[in-house]
């Protein structure tokens, strides 16, 4: 039955019932959906062509699920400060003096 359907059978307006009845609306017509499913799948199951290509139909295609992409570790304030200042004697007069320059050299 559709909304105003059954608001006309109960003697109330259709925002009335939706106002109060909104969930069981919704919770009702998902639970006779899957019962019906559940009756395709069980006449397709037996043999019936007809009910194999209607529940093909009517759920949804499985798909491998998309590869993650690795996103390269975002460094902190802190961690970018550490490390900008580990070498923050390159190529000014101060690297020549400070240890581990003359490493990289």
């Known amino acids: 039955m559709s909304h105003e359907e059954i608001a006309l059978?109960?003697?109330i307006s259709r925002n009335t019932l939706t106002k109060?009845?909104?969930a069981e609306l919704?919770?009702?017509a998902c639970a006779k959906r899957m019962e019906?499913?559940?009756a395709m799948f069980a006449a397709a199951k037996k043999g019936n062509v007809t009910a194999q290509k209607a529940y093909i139909a009517t759920v949804p295609k499985i798909s491998a699920p998309a590869p993650e992409q690795t996103k390269p570790?975002?460094?902190g304030k802190k961690e970018q400060a550490q490390a900008?200042?580990?070498t923050a004697q390159v190529g000014s007069d101060w690297e020549s003096l400070l240890p581990g320059s003359a490493l990289r050299q």
């Open 84 to 86: 900008d200042a580990t």
């Open 36 to 38: 019906t499913l559940n």
């Open 20 to 22: 109060h009845f909104d």
């Open 73 to 75: 570790a975002k460094t």
């Open 26 to 28: 919704s919770s009702g």
């Open 9 to 11: 059978a109960l003697g």
